[in-house]
């Protein structure tokens, strides 16, 4: 008792000490204050971690670009009031560079062959994969000047200030790598060189399973990684030291016998050189991997599952876990922010404790060994990880077993040909790709595993964030675990009826099909004319035209809540997706519209802005072959039972080009479908609002008012009475920080005697109804669906919306 007592005082001295040396970088030198007042200074700096690319991501009504990005550490800054000062800080360096043509930063958009539908559909006007910035390598040593930025309030981050290069500044390099690191970036060039005759998934991917080098993984694949809890295989992990040690010493169950098996027997090594040659390819797995705190993590921890299965002894290997996950926190205590190194301790210590009960379990329900044991190992690792992932994502994954179960068959063969690529590409390149286009295939088909088990509509199931969430799913598994361990229900589920009940129910959750969801959830209501999507802080509308047929109105910023949206409606005919403008909280979704539906056009507004969002646009309605069409003012269509006229902006683009405002360039559209009238407006500001207002004197009542800019306080309230429509709905996310929607906007709605919803509160919105009889169910699918009253009669004649 009290070595153990003394043991954890040493620790926890060790761990205050540790921490308090690391934690004095951040604080030590002027770098901190030179931050805080956002001065630009000439550094001199060491790069630390390879250069990265950032995801461009959705920020309000942009997207914010990609980046190149890499940790350093800064040795001298020189400043006009204090000149040159010697100093030791870590930093993260930002690149954005200037937008070029040709290949984006992910590579070009490619559609998959006979589907109709894109791998990636990114803009590419993205940083090019051939930005010198990418080619600079750990330890290399620049001077460059550029201002300095606090770090993001409230953030673990290991650094203590941003510096944020300008795009036209080239890398200025005073000293180059060191020996070690330019082999180690020789031999994942290399291994890039290689793969550049692959097909775009396994050119992206075989990279990421060998060296853990990600940067060609497009957005598009890595969600669907995310989605499938398949992520662990673009980082380097244990098992990826383990495959090309069992590859060297056999099964390690027999490594210590006289019948061990291997390349290390057949070549007449001993079992001391066998150690020896197997510590050297060790080390070389984590020069080439890069010394960074989570491949070492992964070194480890792969050695410490390598020598439990070697011995048999798992319990007392939870010690050695245990020392090793301390020993690695004492030598970076920034790991204790990581989440990834939460996981893989807490998915190895499962594979040591959990699985080899659980596969003894099934084998004695006569499940063959090895399926038992990836089977047990594929669902210990995930019961664990499960709720930590819940904290990061706020969704917990429904195909990640069957997922991991799929993708685990290649992942060995991939591992192991990439290594040879890896090995062979700077002695004989032809040999390497050769080994590369064998390495394709299994890697395809992990990417594919990915792709498919994504592409379900309830692939991933949204539950409560933070550690509450967390702490929730553990508690229900801990609960569920607990009652299986009781006889009566242990004796149920080892009846064939209970486990076929089971399995279908996970395939009716994974399928969602819309007709069962209906019967469930009532959403969608059986006679809906209209649906307001849930996508956040965006707008995406949908018009019934027919059964599996509507028109969308704009595509939110996320591509899944869209898709997700039009899947439960049970939409899988677009005749025409109209883009109001090009704001990406508009149009950043359209691939999920695209994504596996027959879309017969894409229609947009004529004033290009911004244009990189219009080129985005351009781009995927070029790589999932959709014919791009303007609209304008007089236009009239019809599809199916929906009639509409083009309201806005004029056919001569006059007022758009001169206010040089998207939002008074959004396509304003007046529908009309089983007698009831909708105007859809996208953003319009008062400006466009009174010039819509004179250009159409006679413009009506209606039933139906989208409002505009998700209920900004900008709006003419002579333009909202003059429509008074019945009910209002508003596209809005919650906590947007935007204060939308305004109160002031609300209360003038309400004071017209209209009903007003909104998605932040009210979920999805589906207006049904016909005639004088309006009404509206809410709920979106989230939940069972709620039919909401106090709609006020139509007191007013419809409109005429002419064929």
Known sequence: MRLAAGAALLCAAGAALSGGLHSADLYQGPIPALAGSYATVTAELTLTSDPRISRPRVRGDRQA???????????????????????????????????????????????????????????????????????????????????????????????????????????????????????????????????????????????????????????????????TDLTHLLAVSGSNLTIVLVLLIGPPGLAMRAERRGLAPRLGLSLRTTAVLGGVLTLAFVLVCRPDPSVLRAAACGAIALLAIATGRRRSLIPALAAAALLLLLHDPWLSHSYGFLLSVLATAALLVIAPKWSAALQRRRVPPRLAEALAAAAA????????????????????????????????????????????????????????????????????????????????????????????????????????????????IRHPLALIACALLLVLAVLRPAPLTRVLTGWPPPDWRYVLCDVGQGDASVLATGPGTA???????????????????????????????????????????????????????????????????????????????????????????????????????????????????????????????????????????????????????????????????????????????RLALIPVGRDNGYGHPSPVVIESLRSFGTTVLRTDLDGAVAVTGSGRTLGAVTGGGTGPATPRAGVRPRTHPPPQVPP
């Not at 590579?107 to 994969?129: C, D, F, L, W």
């Not at 500044?169 to 790598?177: L, M, N, T």
């Not at 299994?442 to 550690?467: I, L």
Request: aromatic content about 4%; proline content about 10%; glycine content about 10%.
């Open 65 to 227: 670009p990609a980046s190149i990005v890499f940790d350093a550490e800064v040795n001298r800054v020189t400043t006009a009031d204090s000149g040159v000062v010697e100093t030791r800080t870590p930093v993260l360096v930002v690149v954005r560079p200037n937008r070029t043509g040709g290949e984006g930063a992910w590579g070009p958009v490619r559609s998959k062959e006979g589907g109709g539908t894109a791998q990636s559909a990114q803009p590419t006007a993205q940083p090019p994969i051939t930005s010198p910035w990418l080619s600079l390598l750990p330890s290399t040593r620049l001077q460059l000047s550029a201002p300095l930025a606090p770090p993001m309030p409230g953030g673990a981050d290991r650094i203590a200030a941003v510096l944020r290069v300008p795009g036209k500044q080239q890398p200025r390099i005073v000293g180059g790598p060191t020996a070690l690191q330019r082999t180690a970036g020789e031999l994942r060039a290399g291994l890039r060189a290689a793969t550049d005759h692959l097909p775009a998934d396994a050119r992206a991917l075989l990279p990421g399973l060998v060296v853990g080098d990600t940067t060609r993984v497009t957005p598009d694949l890595e969600d669907a990684f995310k989605a």
């Open 381 to 492: 690792a995930q019961a664990v990880c499960a709720p930590v992932v819940v904290v990061i994502s706020a969704r917990v994954s429904l195909v990640a077993v069957p997922c991991n179960l799929l993708a685990e068959l290649a992942v060995a063969p991939a591992t192991v040909l990439g290594f040879a690529t890896l090995a062979l590409a700077p002695l004989a390149m032809p040999v390497a790709k050769s080994l590369a286009w064998c390495a394709g295939w299994p890697t395809g088909w992990v990417a594919s595993v990915a792709r498919t088990g994504a592409d379900f509509p309830g692939a991933q199931a949204d539950w409560p964030d933070g550690w509450g969430g967390g702490l929730l799913l553990a508690a229900l598994l801990l609960t569920a675990v607990l009652l299986a361990l009781l006889p009566p229900v242990r004796r149920a």
């Open 551 to 725: 028109v969308v109105v704009d595509a939110g910023p996320d591509p899944r809540l869209v898709d997700s949206c039009l899947h439960g409606l049970g939409v899988t005919r677009v005749p025409l997706v109209l883009l109001s403008h090009f704001h990406a909280d508009h149009v950043a979704g359209l691939r999920g519209v695209l994504k596996g539906r027959s879309v017969g056009a894409i229609q947009v507004t004529g004033l290009q802005e911004p244009p990189e969002q219009a080129e985005f646009v351009r781009e995927v309605a070029k790589a999932y072959d959709v014919p791009l069409l303007p609209a304008s003012a007089g236009e009239r269509r019809r599809a199916g039972r929906v009639g509409w006229q083009v309201l806005w902006p004029p056919a001569d683009g006059s007022y758009a080009r001169a206010a040089g405002e998207p939002n008074d360039a959004s396509v304003t559209l007046l529908v009309r479908t089983a007698g009831l009238t909708f105007l859809l407006p996208g953003d319009l500001e008062p400006p466009a609002q009174r010039a819509l207002l004179r250009s159409l004197p006679a413009l009506p009542r209606v039933d139906v008012l989208k409002v505009p800019h998700h209920g900004s306080p900008y709006q003419d309230v002579a333009f909202l009475r003059r429509v008074s429509p």
